[in-house]
Each structure stands twice: as structure tokens, then as C-alpha cells.
């Protein structure tokens, strides 16, 4: 199932694009019912130190299993569940069961580090959110310290105060807060030094120029000595190939995310993966252990 993923949602996009322009409408009225299903869940990728080669945490990505169309993208609903209010159910579904599974996995002993849930703007500025987190967390029992919010830099458009309320809030809990997507919108680094805000994400798309470009290379290392020096921490996303890992490391980032460790699957996955633990990057860090 989670091998046919890249396959299936290629060929979706044509068919929804093209039905979800036409009748939107009939689009929230499925995935409405798909909430009630529960046909949307969550899958997980894994992020790594590429420095110890341990599993250091696990992107939660939304995944909408349809009976009659099969796996459905991120891209083709949250954008929809945005824009009809359903991404308020939709997150809370996701983080409940995220949390769920990760209390199981602790529970049997199984490490898997922090686990990274997608917050949409919408739902950081919903007046209930930071109790449905609590809640969530009270009632899954997984730990407050283990949970870390990716937010994208358009939450910063809306009320900057409020938003730093939140985000200290949440901080004051326990949970870890994420700028995902960084460097594609607002955000400076001179600007992040104020916020309460734990780590980066930097961008795939910038990935995507290297090694490549110098420019991109050179705004990317100088990122990275930023962050560093101002005390975040720093994710490389969209990691495909050996070159991007190299020039990552050799920048000093060592948590890394992308196809060449492995791509988004379903949780059943998720043991082999905390187990194999051998996830080096380049001889900087050392040599892969391929015997543990
Ligand atoms: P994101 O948070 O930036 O997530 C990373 C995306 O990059 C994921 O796409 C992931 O599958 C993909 N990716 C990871 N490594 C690589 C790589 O090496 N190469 C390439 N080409 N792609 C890679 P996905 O799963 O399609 O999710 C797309 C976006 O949808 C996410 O971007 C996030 O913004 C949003 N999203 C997903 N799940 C949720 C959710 O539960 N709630 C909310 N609010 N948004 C979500
Ligand atoms: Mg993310
Ligand atoms: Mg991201
Ligand atoms: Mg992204």
C-alpha cells in the first residue's frame, strides 16, 4: 500500500484537479464523510540523525484512503479542507491518532523520537485549539515533550501577538514548535530570534538546487550558521540523493528528512524502521552499522 503511494497520487491529480474545479461542493460533502469514515490517516516519515544514525522523529502526513479511488494526496484535500472549515476535524483526527499510536509504540518500548504534526493556520488561530491539543494529550497519554507542531511562515500574516500568544502557550506545555517550509515565505531568520519557536524546516526547494546552484548553497549554509547561532535547531526536507545529504552535513545540519531514507508509509512500518537505527550520513559522521 504505502509502495503504490507515489503511483496512485500521480494518477489522481489529473482526475481531481480537473472534478474538484467542477463541483467542489460534492468534493466537501466526500470528504466530510470520509472524517465520519475514517478514511483519513495519518502516515509517517521518518527524520534523522544522520550524526548517531537513530531515528530522531516521525513526520505525521495525512493520507485519505478511498474505497473507490485509493490512496489521496495531502495536496488534494487539505487545500479543500482549509477553505470549508473541515481542516479544524480533520487535524484534530489526525493528531488523536497520531498521539494514539505514538503512546503504543512507548508503551511497547519502541523509540521513535519526536512526532512532528502539520498545523494549518487556520487551525493555530481557532480559538479552541490549544485545548483540543490538551485534551488530545490527555486523553492518548503521550507525552507533551514528544509532540512538535509544524507551522507553515503564512501564520505570521495574521496577528502576530496572537499568534506568539499560542505558540508561548504551547511552549509553556512542553510542545516543541516548528517553522515548516522555511525560507519560501516572511520569515527571517533576524525575525525568528523573538519568536518562541524550536526548530526550522528548511525547504525542499532549496534542496532541489543543490549542489547545483552556488547562490542556494551559499544562502543554505549561511541559514544554517544562523540558526545555529541563534540556537535552533535545523531539518533538511526533501533529502533525495547522496550530494544533498553531503552538502547538509558538511553544513552542519544533521537531522535529515527525504526519499533517500525512505518515503511516507503507513504505521506498520514504523517498528522495522526505529529498529534499523543505522541511518548515517556521510564518513564525517562516521560509517553505516549495517550489523545492528
Ligand atoms: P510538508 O509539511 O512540507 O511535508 C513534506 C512533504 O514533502 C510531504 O508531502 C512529503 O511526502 C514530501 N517529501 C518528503 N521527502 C521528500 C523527498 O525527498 N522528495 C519529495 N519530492 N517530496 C518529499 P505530502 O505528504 O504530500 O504533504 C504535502 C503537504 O500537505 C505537507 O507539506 C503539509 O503542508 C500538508 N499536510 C500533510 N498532512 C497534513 C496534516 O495532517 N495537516 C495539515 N494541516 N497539513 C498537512
Ligand atoms: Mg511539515
Ligand atoms: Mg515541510
Ligand atoms: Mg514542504
Not at 461542493?25 to 495519518?42: D, K
Not at 516521525?58 to 495536496?75: C, H, K
Not at 487539505?78 to 503504543?104: D, F, M, N, V, W
Request: negative net charge.
Amino acid at each position: 500500500q504505502a509502495k503504490n503511494e507515489g503511483k496512485n497520487s500521480y494518477r489522481l491529480v489529473g482526475i481531481q484537479t480537473h472534478e474538484m474545479a467542477g463541483d467542489r461542493l460534492a468534493w466537501q460533502t466526500r470528504l466530510r464523510r470520509a472524517l465520519e469514515q475514517g478514511e483519513i490517516l495519518p502516515y509517517y516519515q521518518g527524520i534523522f540523525d544522520t550524526e548517531y544514525g537513530t531515528l530522531a522523529g516521525l513526520e505525521v502526513l495525512a493520507r485519505w484512503q478511498s474505497p473507490t479511488d485509493g490512496l489521496i494526496m495531502p495536496g488534494q484535500f487539505i487545500p479543500l479542507a482549509e477553505e470549508s472549515g473541515l481542516i479544524k476535524r480533520l487535524g484534530e483526527q489526525i493528531l488523536r491518532q497520531a498521539c494514539t499510536q505514538g503512546a503504543a509504540w512507548l508503551a511497547e518500548g519502541l523509540e521513535v523520537g519526536l512526532l512532528s504534526i502539520n498545523v494549518s493556520a487556520h487551525q493555530l488561530h481557532d480559538k479552541g485549539f490549544l485545548e483540543t491539543v490538551e485534551r488530545v494529550l490527555e486523553q492518548t497519554g503521550f507525552p507533551a515533550e514528544r509532540l512538535d507542531l509544524e507551522l507553515s511562515e503564512a501564520i505570521w500574516v495574521e496577528g502576530r501577538e496572537s499568534v506568539i500568544d499560542s505558540l508561548t502557550r504551547l511552549r509553556a506545555m512542553g510542545i516543541r514548535v516548528s517553522i515548516d517550509d522555511f525560507g519560501t515565505k516572511y520569515a527571517s531568520l533576524a525575525y525568528l530570534r523573538h519568536l518562541p519557536v524550536d526548530r526550522i524546516k528548511i525547504d525542499k526547494s532549496f534542496m532541489d538546487d543543490i549542489p547545483g546552484s552556488d547562490i542556494t548553497s551559499a544562502i543554505v549554509s549561511a541559514i544554517m550558521t544562523m540558526a545555529t547561532s541563534i540556537g535552533l535547531e535545523v531539518v533538511a526536507e526533501g533529502i533525495e540523493n547522496q550530494s544533498q545529504l553531503d552538502f547538509m552535513n558538511g553544513a552542519g545540519c544533521r537531522l535529515i528528512q527525504g526519499y533517500l531514507y525512505g518515503r511516507p508509509q503507513a504505521a506498520e512500518a514504523v517498528p522495522a524502521l526505529s529498529r534499523r537505527a543505522d541511518f548515517r550520513g556521510n564518513s564525517r559522521f562516521g560509517v553505516v552499522d549495517h550489523e545492528r
